[in-house]
């Protein structure tokens, strides 16, 4: 025989709901002193990641040795975990334990083994070793992550990923990233990009906008928000770019400075050898300094501002390069994404 709990709920709050929790061997559980119980089975719900850091406490003794059941081990089935209004979906696995009842590793899956999680107890919370191939963290979320690879440390109240190492968009991101679920959400994270397309970021990003070529540089974010959607809205970030051998479609500088002053030229592209620009993002407004533009004919410097709703001013000085001659001219980018005209004043 054994022993089936239903409707199992954790915390002052239900933060935690499990739907099936099967003992096996009920036996096990009859007779004085401390019991052995071989295998227990946990399916569906949702467990909080506060509740999951309780159990990896490595730090008290006086607890395992006043326990009255040791668990062999657990298996767990479609179960998902919680951390605010964050919610991470349909983990399965298994949690083997010493024998004196500490946790000694979990092993978690995805559905489709897409993410695997190994986690460990230590007096300061449990590490943890992330691997992914093909993952998504959500059906709304705009990419997949070719590849994986993280460390990190969960702590009530926070998780903490010291490093990760994620293939995507066509190239390389390594840094580190802390999000906290106190009080609403908050995040803070840093990266290095290495040969980034630039056609696959903008078109999930700002998919008004052609770019083409290789991206490389540095990112910093930070965002706090009551939930997922308005932490990434009120995110302020800072990118320090740098694209090579790149085609900007929509404004064709080459021919505006051709034509000379009082040219107008709409839509048209624009190939260049290398652009350098300083990014800094906010909830109102995507702006550009210390901006260098290097191509065949012609070199560019300036800055521009871009709004939410996809409207473009950008101010440059273009230096042409011409059968030995060279002239300074005034540009402006203006209009709406896709859209843009270019102004020889």
């Known amino acids: 025989p054994g ?6 709920r954790i915390g002052e709050g239900d ?14 559980m009859l007779g004085s002193g401390v019991q052995v119980l071989p295998r227990i089975e946990i399916s569906g719900g949702a467990v909080a990641a506060d509740h999951l850091v309780g159990l990896f406490a490595a730090d008290n003794p006086q607890r395992w040795k006043s326990q009255q059941w040791l668990l062999k081990q657990v298996v767990v089935e479609n179960l998902s975990v919680t951390a605010g209004s964050l919610f991470f979906a349909e983990l399965s696995g298994d949690v083997t334990f010493h024998a004196d009842g500490r946790i000694e590793q979990a092993s978690l ?3 489709g083994n897409t993410l695997r999680i190994s986690a460990e107890p230590t007096p300061q919370g449990a590490t943890l070793r992330i691997d992914g191939v093909g993952w998504r963290p959500a059906e709304e979320f705009p990419l997949t992550f070719d590849s994986l690879h993280a460390s990190g440390l969960l702590q009530k109240g926070r998780l903490i990923i010291s490093s990760f190492d994620i293939r995507a968009l066509g190239g390389v991101l390594k840094g580190s990233w802390l999000v906290e679920w106190n009080e609403g959400l908050a995040m803070i994270g840093d990266a290095m990009l290495e040969r980034l397309s630039c056609r696959k970021v903008t078109a999930v990003f700002a998919p008004s906008l052609s770019l083409e070529g290789d991206l490389m540089g540095s990112f910093r974010m930070h965002g706090a928000g009551r939930d997922w959607e308005s932490m990434w809205e009120n995110m302020d970030g800072a990118l320090d770019a740098l694209i090579v051998r790149g085609v900007l479609n929509g404004a064709n500088l080459a021919e505006a400075t051709r034509r000379g002053r009082g040219s107008i030229v709409r839509a048209g592209s624009t190939k260049f050898d290398r652009l350098a620009v300083s990014i800094t993002i906010n909830r109102r407004q995507i702006s550009g300094r210390s901006l260098v533009m290097d191509a065949d004919q012609f070199a560019a410097t300036g800055q521009f501002f871009a709004t939410r709703d996809r409207r473009v001013d950008s101010k440059l000085l273009v230096s042409t390069r011409n059968q030995g001659s060279s002239q300074i001219l005034p540009v402006r980018v203006s209009g709406t994404l896709p859209s843009l005209v270019a102004v020889v004043r």
């Open 109 to 111: 899956r995805t559905i």
């Open 3 to 8: 022993l089936l709990l239903t409707d199992v």
């Open 15 to 28: 933060e935690s709901l499990i739907e099936n929790v099967r003992v096996h061997t009920i036996v096990a």
